[in-house]
């Protein structure tokens, strides 16, 4: 399992299988091969979606961002 925290607060925010996180890692943009985080906001997640990605984790991604412009989720294997 992979646990989702806040980057800012280290609230934990849910986790998603190993094969949501490859879709994440295939489809966002990393800063360096040790980058753990990914910004979240509305258009990434439609972009996500468009693409395919599983509804558990776009219905769990938005859950995330609720009201909010955007997130940074930090991600940990548990």
Known sequence: ???L???DTQERLGTIEDSELRFLIDELE???P???DYYIDSDTIDMLEGDGAPQSLTG???RI????EGIEVLWRRV
């Open 1 to 3: 399992m992979i646990e």
């Open 5 to 7: 925290r806040d980057k």
């Open 30 to 32: 990393e800063e360096s």
């Open 34 to 36: 040790d980058d753990r």
């Open 60 to 62: 769990l991604l938005r």
């Open 65 to 68: 961002l609720g009201s909010r």
